[in-house]
């Protein structure tokens, strides 16, 4: 029997990625703001149509560094979300930064806005909410609060590449954002990240720290890293942006299957695409009530049993996890929706099939 695996990575045409990377050969050129580089963050800014895009060479060292460039004492509290890959709350840490949790909305799974004032002290300098499958925050509400207690907005859009909100890109709003183009993601480099960002300012001082903090020939002003990407990744970037609104429009039919099929089976919950959002499909969670008969753990493994591989994903929480559980801040809706979510296999190739293989063995239970 064939495994079912939660995502397989999109691969371009084979010719058409050998072709790309001749150039790398007729150049010599790798890394460093390769031509390739260059090409890609052109390409990019025109598929969002945002301003400013500084690339990395993944999504978590994108998100250190644009922690770093805010420059916050160290000591200071970030406001941030439980439910999300520990690659979030290890950014704000290994700034030297203290993460404080805030719990979710149980519908969207993003950070519950109402919560977050209560979390304020004089010590907060940022907030760092998740847009969590792709689901949007409440960006407005957000702007708000962080303009009234003079905080910055991080966004960790690592899986919302594509995804606009009232017509603009996700990572329209806020100080920064950042995009994961890891294998898994809805669009690859490979590895690969980037930061989106309003302020043309902040591209140059992005440039210097993901080349550790060179700023001139003989001169270092900050103390960087090396997180730029190459020329492979790049070419693979340019290859799969090709081929991306054809991924997406066959993740959205696969998708609407899930939801038809799954739409008569009690105790199973999914979401719908929030309102003015357009979503990029990236992930497909449920959500198991108690009304299902199994608990997750049990569809879990149930689904094991046929070879379809699903993933507790965000289980567990971060601030479960031992470097984290002393942080402030109370997260029972987090806690539950985790023990309760299971994502299930989505990808561009998964096959209509499949799905419905998938959610038959969800109907029967057994
Ligand atoms: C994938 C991911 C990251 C990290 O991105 P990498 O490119 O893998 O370094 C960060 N946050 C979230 C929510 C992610 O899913």
Redesign the pocket.
């Known amino acids: 029997m064939n495994k079912i695996m939660v995502t397989e990575a999109s691969l371009p045409n084979f010719e058409k990625y050998c072709e790309k990377i001749k150039l790398v050969w007729d150049n010599h050129w790798l890394t460093n703001n390769g031509i390739l580089h260059n090409e890609l963050t052109e390409k990019i800014k025109e598929y969002l149509k945002i301003d400013n895009i500084t690339l990395f060479t ?4 994108s ?1 250190e560094m644009g922690l770093q460039l805010m420059n916050f004492p160290r000591g200071s509290e970030v406001i941030t979300t439980p439910f ?2 520990v ?2 709350t290890h950014a704000i840490a290994r700034n030297g930064l203290i993460p404080v949790f805030c719990d979710i909305n149980p519908d969207d799974y993003t950070m519950d806005v109402k919560k977050i004032e209560s979390l304020i002290t004089d010590k907060t300098v940022a907030i760092m909410p ?1 847009h ?1 499958y792709g689901h949007v925050c409440d960006v407005e509400a957000i702007e708000k609060i962080a303009k009234c207690h003079n905080l910055k907005v991080i966004y ?1 859009a ?2 919302a590449f594509g995804v606009t909100y009232k017509g603009k890109s996700v990572a329209s709003y806020g100080d920064l954002s ?1 995009f ?3 294998a ?2 809805v669009f690859n480099t490979i ?3 980037a930061l989106v960002y309003s302020n043309p300012e902040y591209s140059e001082t992005l440039n210097q720290l993901k080349n550790f903090g060179i700023t001139d020939y003989e001169r270092v002003d900050y103390i960087g890293g090396n997180a730029k990407m190459n020329e492979f990744q790049a070419a693979m970037g340019l290859c799969n942006l090709e081929e991306l609104n054809d991924n997406i429009t066959k993740r959205r039919k696969l998708v609407e299957l899930y939801n038809e099929l799954l739409s008569t089976i009690n105790g199973i919950k999914f979401n719908e695409i929030q309102e003015n959002v357009v979503s990029n499909y990236a992930y497909y969670p449920i959500v198991v009530l108690d009304e299902y008969g199994l608990n997750r753990d049990e569809l879990y493994e149930l689904l094991k049993t046929y070879n379809i591989y699903s993933r507790k994903y965000f289980y567990p929480i971060s601030n479960e996890f031992e470097c984290y559980k002393n942080c402030k801040g109370l997260t029972p809706i987090a806690k539950d929706i985790s023990e309760r979510v299971i994502t299930l296999p989505l990808y561009s190739n998964l096959g209509e099939e499949n799905v419905r293989k998938i959610c038959k063995v969800i109907e029967r239970r057994q």
């Not at 993944?58 to 060292?61: M, S, T, V």
């Open positions: 993944n999504g978590h060292l998100l999300t890959f690659s979030t998740v969590v960790d690592a899986h950042m994961s183009f890891h898994t993601k590895e690969g990240g």
